[in-house]
């Protein structure tokens, strides 16, 4: 059972313009959300989060939106540069303060910025 | 800081041997987590550790798969016997305590079994 879910394996997109990646989950407890960048031959990196009291976290060019109602966040890029090409990665946790962060994955979606 | 360091970065075993991957996490967190990640199945956590005591094994795949941490600056994930659909990156990473934060990853060791 896939409780975070990354329906574009890809996403191609032009130097300057915007990339929206999306990301789904069916756990209600879920109160965290992260996303990871990950470059060929490196671990994951933390790139920006957002906790569920709120519905938007901005951070530079990114910008973190979720919707729990629908149980669906996005990360926008904007202006995309190419050194943005790599998998991004979506990540969900239950806020549980006593026993640490265990995180569930997406299956990633590999953004490819054209220049 | 010089980050999570894992060694070996590639592995490269014949079926039926014993793997050892290592691990040493940021000084100061006192979480450690271990994740494999293939096509199939993206990342996905296999145990994690808080004050070096397991909290969590569900992730494990059988039990072939083993995993310690002496202490807060070391951990061993040990795959015996290995098998060629242990194929896969396998990724340590560290955080600090207390509720949901960044974690923050190794350079992952790439294992291929033959």
């Known amino acids: 059972d896939q409780q975070v879910k990354q329906n574009s394996p890809s996403l191609s997109v032009q130097e300057g313009r915007i990339s929206i990646l999306n990301c789904d989950y069916t756990n209600s407890m879920f109160d965290y959300f992260l996303w990871y960048k990950k470059y060929p031959a490196e671990g994951p990196t933390f790139l920006i989060s957002i906790s569920s009291i709120k519905d938007k976290n901005e951070d530079g060019r990114f910008t973190v939106f979720l919707n729990k109602s629908a149980k669906h966040l996005s990360l926008h890029i904007v202006p995309s540069q190419p050194g943005d090409s790599a998998v991004y990665f979506c990540a969900a946790s239950p806020w549980m303060e006593t026993s640490g962060s265990r995180l569930t994955f997406g299956e990633g979606t590999q953004l490819t910025v054209n220049p | 800081d010089a980050g999570v360091i894992q060694s070996p970065r590639h592995e490269v075993t014949e079926m039926g041997q014993e793997v050892t991957l290592r691990c040493k996490p940021i000084s100061g967190h006192d979480y450690l987590f271990w994740y494999r990640q293939t096509m199939m199945r993206g990342l996905e956590l296999l145990i994690y550790?808080?004050?070096?005591?397991?909290?969590?094994d569900s992730g494990m795949p059988e039990d072939r798969f083993s995993a310690k941490m002496p202490n807060a600056s070391f951990s061993t994930l040990k795959i015996q016997p290995s098998e060629p659909r242990d194929s896969a990156v396998y990724f340590c990473?560290?955080?600090?305590?207390?509720?949901?934060?960044?974690?923050?990853f190794g350079p992952g060791t790439r294992l291929t079994v033959t």
């Open positions: 990473a560290s955080s600090l305590a207390g509720g949901p934060s960044e974690q923050y």
């Open positions: 550790f808080n004050n070096n005591v397991p909290i969590d």
